[in-house]
């Protein structure tokens, strides 16, 4: 395109952007929650909130301060502890480092954060530690309950062992995160926006334009018949997806998988993308099966199908007999091509994408699921990660399925 061109279009769509609808923006109640922790946390660092006040008693509570008092004097920086419930229907999406951040965007006060929610899972955020903090210590197997039946019942210890371990690691610069990808407009965390009311406020804002907006409309659909469409990048994989988002992901890849079966009797990928369907088929059925189970739980083994229908496609395209493992920082970047080791992630490949990238900022790109944990310390199938070429047959055997 001509630069003269160019320019032109780029005027005209800041006019016509400039005179429709402004973005949604949260309403005003959206935020009280995190005012009111705020202010709690600058009077008392420690915050219960009332919901989990018989589950968090006097005696954990002293406990904690006493670890809280330790840490910051070991740390040098004050700690904040707050425990409430976290829903997915929340300002933060059930995500404990977006909650805490909105927290430290309000009181402005740096030092080393840590929350729990209704499922006990802890989350921490670091805001000026002169600390270099591995991953493992604010999202290490010690951050999740040792009994999903009894959350609660190692709460305080998790706690305790969490501030213990930042004291423990070395000095280092004092940071602060801003890595935390917002949340959806507050209420609309799992709806895509109807119809009417995207399309009603743009023609109004069309016909308020004027004769200058058909004008330029008309203009621009003239200038992009005459240039050449290019494609369109393709979508970033999400880093912590709700289940709703997982779903619909795990039903498209294992619909694409499907139309390509079966395959040619001599393809060399024929037996590894069957045996890589019949895995996800019978992991998505057990996920249906059991709709009442966490959200961990349901989102890891929709991304194991994902995987898996992924894994199948692949062999058949590429012509292998067997699939690559997935990226063990986020298995929905696809197949990990180099080997990378990161401390506290199961040892095993990354992709491209990660492996040119230094350690400090993989561990802000590792998967987390919808209660803010990373993939890989939920107990069960997958708690070693999408490594290695055999995982059709582990899911399977896993399912009870020879």
Known sequence: MRPAVRTLVVALGVVLLSAGPAAAEDPPHAGLRLDRVARA????????DDDLADVVTGP?????????KTAAADL????????????????????????????????????????????????????????????????????????????????TTRIEGTLAL??????????????????SPFGQEDSPPR???????????????????????WVIFLLARAVRRRPAAPPRPPRSPGVRELRALAARELEALG???????????????????????????????RPGRHDDEAALDLIGVVVLAVQGRTVLSEGRTAPRPACQVNPLHGAGTRGKQIPGVPKGKVCADCAALPLRQLRQRV????????????????????????????????????
């Open 41 to 48: 946390l600058a009077h008392d660092p420690l915050f219960v």
């Open 60 to 68: 954990d509570r002293d406990r904690i301060r006493a670890a809280m």
């Open 76 to 155: 040098g920086v004050p700690v904040y502890v707050a425990l409430l419930p976290n829903p997915r229907a929340s300002e933060s999406q059930g995500r404990g480092e977006l909650f805490l951040q909105g927290v430290h965007d309000r009181s402005h006060a740096d030092g080393l954060y840590l929350t729990a929610d209704e499922d006990a899972g802890i989350s921490g955020v670091a805001y000026g530690v002169p600390r270099d903090l591995d991953y493992d210590v604010l999202h290490g197997d010690q951050t999740g309950p040792a009994d999903d039946r009894a959350p609660f019942a190692d709460l």
């Open 166 to 183: 930042a004291s423990d690691s070395p000095a280092g610069p004092p940071e602060t995160p801003r890595s935390y990808s917002g949340a």
């Open 195 to 217: 119809e009417p009311e995207f399309w009603a406020p743009f023609l109004i804002g069309a016909l308020l334009a004027g004769p200058f907006g058909a004008l330029g409309l």
């Open 259 to 289: 139309d390509l079966l079966p395959p040619a009797d001599d393809a060399p990928g024929r037996r590894a993308a069957m045996e890589a369907y019949d895995a996800a088929v019978l992991l998505s059925d057990e996920v249906g099966a």
């Open 367 to 402: 998967l987390t699921l919808p209660g803010g944990r990373p993939y890989h310390v939920v107990p069960g199938r997958f708690r070693d990660g999408f490594g290695g070429s055999a995982l059709a047959k582990r899911v399977l055997e896993s399912l009870g399925v020879d």
